[in-house]
């Protein structure tokens, strides 16, 4: 250690540039100078002592709700994959109001799929289409409107589900029948067909 030091040109415009490009000021060169304090950074830079970093917590802020209403202009007909044959229930989109509150939305599960259970979405399809209900679920144009809407919407409403369209259960080439279902992916509202 060499006790005749003298901070050079050179060496204080290094130390200068160093302050500088960590956002530093004279007000920090004024605490490292005093007590002990470059000492404690010698033995750090010297690996005799470790740095430990206090993360100060980050308040975050409550995203103030978006409004849930959906509108959808249902003289357009939503456009479907190329590979689809025929929607089995078009009527039922024309029908359906050109506005909703998804905040409203309520979730049903098919009794086979309660407690955490699968069940083959033909069953799904058929018990929605034997008891009427196909007119109170969502269709295409619903789910498009959904995911237009975004993640965060997407999250705020159906957070961790699977969002079905069972309104436009469509036929493909080959005789299978399948729904559109929205989900999250990657932070991105996705959506999918499977097979029903």
């Not at 196909?134 to 993640?151: K, T, V, Y």
Request: with cysteine.
């Amino acid at each position: 250690m060499n006790s005749e030091f003298v901070l050079t040109q050179g060496a204080g415009q290094k130390l200068e540039f160093a302050v500088n490009r960590n956002g530093g000021s004279t007000t920090d060169v004024d605490w490292l100078s005093a007590g002990e304090n470059f000492k404690s950074v010698m033995l750090l830079a010297n690996g005799e002592a470790e740095l430990v970093l206090k993360v100060k917590p980050v308040e975050l802020k409550a995203e103030a709700p978006l409004d849930p209403i959906i509108r959808i202009n249902r003289s357009v007909p939503p456009a479907y994959p190329d590979w689809v044959k025929e929607a089995l229930h078009p009527e039922m989109e024309k029908t359906s109001p050109s506005e909703f509150d998804a905040a409203k939305l309520e979730q049903w599960l098919h009794d086979g799929q309660k407690d955490g259970k699968w069940v083959k979405g033909r069953v799904i399809y058929e018990f929605l289409k034997n008891n009427n209900m196909l007119e109170s679920c969502l269709g295409l144009a619903d789910l498009l409107a959904i995911q237009a809407r975004g993640i965060t919407f997407f999250r705020q409403h159906f957070a961790d589900k699977a969002v079905f369209g069972w309104k436009w259960v469509v036929q493909d080439r080959c005789g299978s029948l399948n729904v559109p279902y929205l989900y999250e992916f990657g932070g991105k509202v996705v959506l999918d067909w499977i097979l029903a």
